[in-house]
């Protein structure tokens, strides 16, 4: 079992915008994250953001956030390094 810190860009329609996902992923999953830059609107908006943990656990806090309908993609560019 490795651990790994994998960076994605969370986008968050109105739904899962006003659920407490990121406490959802510490406490089911053991996934700590990183929170680099974020963004809510008008109930939606968009998280950058590293999730560290076991390659398991990653997996499945990515799984079940697409699951509630969060958008996960690979987080690219200089908005992680500040």
Avoid at 8 to 32: D, K, M, N, Q, S
């Amino acid at each position: 079992m490795s651990d790994q810190n994998r960076h994605v860009r969370l986008t968050f329609p109105p739904g899962p915008a006003t659920e407490p996902v990121i406490y959802e992923i510490v406490t089911r999953f053991g996934v700590v994250p990183n929170i680099r830059r974020a963004a809510i609107h008008d109930h939606s908006g968009w998280m950058v953001c590293e999730l560290g943990g076991a390659d398991a656990a990653v997996a499945d806090a990515i799984a079940w956030m697409e699951s509630i309908g969060v958008d996960v993609s690979r987080a690219e560019g200089d908005v992680l390094e500040g």
